[in-house]
């Protein structure tokens, strides 16, 4: 419950981020904003090398884009690491740019996502500028629900 109120809080101090709630699932939520006009399922980390991480699927109606995973690393990245997205027994490396990266093509967000609909957990790690590890743990549970709260709410208008 403290993950859903700080990622609530998050994005509710970030008024670019949230703009209608469709639901909240263990540490996972839904939200539309129907001014850009997008939908996005969003989790917290469990654990975390630092307190600003998330994981997001977004879709973009208008665009004809949907499936995008999406993730923001819990701390500053170096220059010189990669990010690496992990869950059910895969590893899928991410185009990283700043503390951000996201998967290189819809095929790879497709499979990403049924690698967190088939498993426990996910994480998402990469070196920090000082040197130590990034290593930001999601539990999954609650993510299918988001994600397909997401979907649909994008797809109702």
Same mark, same amino acid.
């Given at each position: 419950?403290?993950?859903?109120?700080?990622?609530a809080?998050?994005? *509710?101090a970030?008024?670019?981020?949230a703009?209608? /709630?469709?639901?909240a699932? @263990?540490?996972?939520?839904?939200?539309?904003?129907?001014?850009?006009?997008?939908?996005?399922?969003?989790g917290a980390?469990?654990?975390?090398?630092?307190e600003?991480? =998330?994981?997001?699927?977004?879709?973009?109606?208008? /665009?004809?884009?949907? #499936?995008q *995973?999406?993730? #923001?690393?819990?701390?500053?990245?170096?220059?010189? %690491?990669?990010?690496?997205?992990s869950?059910?027994? /895969?590893?899928?490396r991410?185009?990283?740019?700043?503390? =951000?990266?996201?998967?290189?093509?819809? @095929?790879?967000?497709? +499979?990403?996502?049924?690698?967190?609909? %088939?498993? @426990? %957990?996910?994480?998402?790690?990469?070196?920090?500028?000082? !040197?130590?590890s990034?290593?930001?743990?999601?539990a999954?549970?609650?993510? +299918?629900?988001?994600i397909d +709260?997401?979907?649909? !709410?994008?797809?109702?208008?």
């Amino acid at each position: 419950m403290k993950r859903l109120f700080f990622l609530a809080t998050a994005l *509710i101090a970030t008024p670019a981020l949230a703009k209608e /709630r469709l639901g909240a699932w @263990q540490s996972w939520a839904a939200f539309r904003d129907a001014e850009t006009p997008r939908c996005y399922a969003i989790g917290a980390p469990e654990t975390s090398s630092g307190e600003r991480g =998330y994981v997001s699927v977004g879709f973009w109606p208008k /665009r004809g884009l949907g #499936h995008q *995973i999406y993730v #923001h690393l819990s701390r500053a990245r170096s220059e010189n %690491s990669g990010i690496t997205l992990s869950a059910g027994g /895969r590893r899928f490396r991410l185009i990283a740019k700043g503390d =951000y990266g996201w998967a290189k093509d819809r @095929q790879t967000d497709m +499979a990403i996502i049924a690698a967190i609909r %088939s498993s @426990q %957990s996910l994480s998402v790690t990469s070196i920090a500028r000082d !040197g130590r590890s990034i290593v930001d743990a999601y539990a999954t549970r609650g993510a +299918a629900s988001a994600i397909d +709260a997401a979907a649909l !709410g994008c797809a109702a208008r």
